[in-house]
């Protein structure tokens, strides 16, 4: 398991994740974070070798198992490691503001908003 010191030490190496990457990163870890262990589907073909997760997968924030009911399509079930989980927690502070609701749900702006009605802004 990657430590945060290991996770910096990387990211000075080969840089962060593109902004689009982080995203996905994130999005799928706070559906894990709701949920458990819950997957992320998508074809396995769209995932292998692909410029967006293909980097992901190679630096360890994602993995993914194969599955192939007897159909054409082979799909990856998505999972972030925990390495990602603490590449999201080490960057949350850029993170968080890019996603148009806030954790709980509302849109940033009303929060805003009721931060002012109620004297803690």
């Known amino acids: 398991m990657a430590t945060e010191a290991e996770i910096l030490a990387e990211v000075e190496e080969l840089g962060r994740l593109t902004e689009e990457q982080e995203n ?3 999005n799928i870890t706070l559906k894990q ?3 458990g262990r819950q997957s992320t589907n998508l074809l396995l073909s769209q995932v292998e070798g692909s410029d967006v997760y293909q980097p992901m997968l190679d630096r360890e924030y ?9 159909s054409g399509h082979e799909i990856a079930s998505l999972y972030v490691t925990l390495k990602g989980i603490r590449y999201c927690i080490l960057f949350k502070d850029e993170l ?3 996603r148009t609701l806030n954790p709980a749900g509302a849109s940033w702006e009303a929060t ?10």
């Open 24 to 26: 996905i990163l994130y």
């Open 33 to 35: 974070d709701e949920w």
């Open 62 to 70: 994602l993995t993914y198992e194969v599955f192939n009911h007897g």
């Open 96 to 98: 968080s503001p890019r």
């Open 112 to 121: 805003e908003e009721n931060k002012k009605r109620f004297g803690l802004a």
